[in-house]
């Protein structure tokens, strides 16, 4: 028999190598055309790319002084980006600390005490600040404050820039020779005048709180989520019967907690909404895993049409008999997937027209029974809430995950009434580059951080004067809001911050001159190449080369990085884009805005 073995082994290497050769060759072909294809959408598109002679600038770079506003993670990339080409920064706080919205204090909106971010610490992180090897997986909310502190340490953030802590800016204006004009008020008053401004005070600064007929004469309290840290123990919510309003990623969460303590509770929600679970098809790994370039390649139309089909099984295998057999194998024959498939149909729109809610903590007290389902309020009459379907439920509490609005107090002569009319939701057309909103993009999936580094090392070029606005910036910006309002039509009334991803970080990067040459990267480090189009959407990406680049260590974190699409998958997934592309051109099989 041991004679047989060599030979045995020599036939296998006899057959399978040229198969293995003639997939790679395969693939290669596929990545060929989907490259041509890309870069002839970047001509056209959801979000205009551009060409480097559009932006880049020769001559002498400047120094400028810069009043930086708000000192959470949108506003440590922009004082460290800014600081990187060596302006003067001065950074103003109304907190007693860093960190934002994940600073933590009872007396303050953010976060709650069980707080787990939606999204995975590789595309939550900055991109040259990530330890490489690290595993995949969803940070707590002081785990990632300890991260932004560790980042502004490692930076030295606090001795370079000045930061004043508690401290509140009035006024911010424009002054007739183009400089800015910021007065502040609180631990350190002050009257200065910069070159600049970042305005990175973040989305979460006023609640939104809607008026609901009949609450003035009712019993009923009302709260808004900025309240909440805990239902153990809270009068408010324990024993009490508790109606929740919104679906969003902290209301899912705090629904979920309150039916545990609640005599009663409910869940209200005006359009079924569309639901990606922590884990999907429970293979152990954060959902933005499996967001790859591959999958953002893909035409938008057509990823929605591949996740009805995925959502179409999940509902149908949702029965007694396909949970004895699947077991939740995949997500099949599991009822929690199965009920968000069911949200899914009744949501009106695919994953690329709408916000993503990336927990699914809520439905699993809906599938238990904990939680009960209504529809959107009509009114309140005495202590019950009537429903728009007619019906009503007793209710003692009534607590409100609805959001925020965009704030802006203190600048004067100029409105910002929705982020969107911004270009890159971060130029304003009155203004031009002097001023940047950093952090006032949100994608469906993928994390606000990287966005507002993007936007922060672009700002910072333009402050140098390396950079300039493309000479069409303002109609660019134009079109976006439109495109974006079409495009992420169920959701972009409400979510004004949203944004596809893939798209916005590629279209920035390309602003900047950090995109990495897939190409390039192809035929000199194949397994880069494999991360970079199947791994999760990692910010290191845009270290490889350009400005700030630092390809050594950007290349050991994205290497380090889940690669969770199995070679089969790959192929599949690269002919899926192409053939999506070639749909969308000659089928029409895209929004007639493109």
């Known amino acids: 028999m041991g004679v047989l073995v060599l030979p045995s082994i020599l ?44 932006v880049n600038v020769s001559g002498p770079e400047k120094k400028v002084r810069v009043c930086v506003i708000g000192a959470g993670a949108s506003g440590l990339v922009a004082a460290k980006e800014l600081l990187a080409l060596g302006h003067e920064v001065v950074c103003y706080e109304k907190y007693r600390d860093i960190g934002g919205v994940f600073l933590y204090d009872e007396n303050k909106g953010g976060v709650y005490d069980s707080t787990l971010l939606t999204i995975s610490n590789y595309t939550m992180a900055f991109s040259d600040f990530l330890e490489a090897n690290a595993p995949c997986r969803y940070w707590k909310h002081f785990e990632y404050f300890q991260y932004l502190r560790d980042y502004a340490n490692a930076h030295s953030l606090l001795s370079r820039a000045k930061f004043h802590f508690r401290t509140t800016v009035d006024v911010m204006e424009r002054l007739p020779n183009g400089k800015w004009h910021i007065v502040t008020s609180g631990a350190h008053k002050s009257d200065e005048v910069f070159d600049a401004v970042a305005v990175c005070n973040g989305s979460h600064q006023k609640p939104r709180v809607p008026t609901i007929p009949g609450q003035e004469s009712s019993s009923i309290k009302i709260y808004h989520s900025e309240s909440y840290k805990r239902a153990e123990g809270d009068a408010r919510f324990a024993g009490k019967r508790v109606l929740c309003v919104g679906v969003g990623e902290t209301g899912t969460d705090l629904a979920a907690e309150v039916s545990e303590v609640a005599s009663k509770a409910f869940i209200s929600f005006r359009r079924a909404p569309f639901v990606i679970p922590r884990y999907p098809w429970n293979l152990g790994l954060p959902g933005d895993a499996f967001s790859s370039r591959a999958m953002f390649y893909c035409n938008h139309e057509y990823i929605n049409a591949l996740h009805a089909s995925d959502q179409d099984l999940k509902l149908k295998t949702n029965t007694p008999t396909m949970r004895r057999l699947f077991n939740g194998f995949l997500g099949l024959g599991d009822p929690v997937a199965g009920k968000i498939a069911e949200y899914f149909n009744k949501s009106g729109g695919g994953p690329c027209n709408q916000f993503a809610t990336k927990n699914e ?28 379907d007619g019906s009503s439920e007793a209710v003692d509490t009534i607590l409100l995950s609805t959001g925020y609005t965009d704030e802006f107090p203190f600048l004067r002569g100029y409105k910002v009434n929705n982020v969107r009319e911004l270009y890159k939701h971060s130029f304003h057309p009155e203004i031009g580059e002097s001023v940047a909103f950093i952090g006032f993009v949100r994608p469906g999936t993928g994390g606000i951080p990287p966005c507002a580094e993007l936007v922060a090392r672009y700002f910072a070029l333009l402050c140098s004067g390396q950079r300039r606005l493309p000479p069409d910036w303002r109609e660019r910006a134009a079109a976006e809001l439109a495109m974006e309002e079409g495009l992420l039509r169920l959701s ?57 680049a630092k390809p050594a260590a950007a290349t050991e974190v994205i290497l380090g990085g889940p690669l969770p699409t199995p070679p089969p998958f790959m192929i599949a997934q690269s002919i899926s884009a192409v053939l999506g592309w070639v749909l969308g051109s000659v089928a029409g099989f895209r929004p007639t805005a493109w």
């Open 11 to 54: 036939l296998v290497i006899w057959f399978v190598a040229p198969v293995l050769l003639y997939v790679f060759a395969g693939l290669i072909g596929v990545y060929l055309i989907w490259h041509v294809l890309w870069r002839l959408r970047l001509r056209k598109t959801y979000y205009a790319a551009t060409l480097p002679s559009d």
């Open 361 to 388: 903590a809520f439905v699993t007290k809906v599938v238990a029974g904990k939680l009960i389902e209504k529809p959107d309020i009509a009114r309140i009459e005495g202590d019950h809430v009537v429903f728009t």
């Open 492 to 548: 972009a009334g409400r979510v004004r911050t949203l944004v596809m991803y893939g798209d916005f970080v590629e279209s920035m990067a390309s602003h900047i001159g950090c995109t990495p040459n897939l190409l390039w990267v192809l035929f000199t480090n194949p397994r880069l190449w494999l991360h970079l189009m199947y791994g999760p959407f990692i910010s290191a990406q845009f270290r490889l080369r350009g400005p700030g």
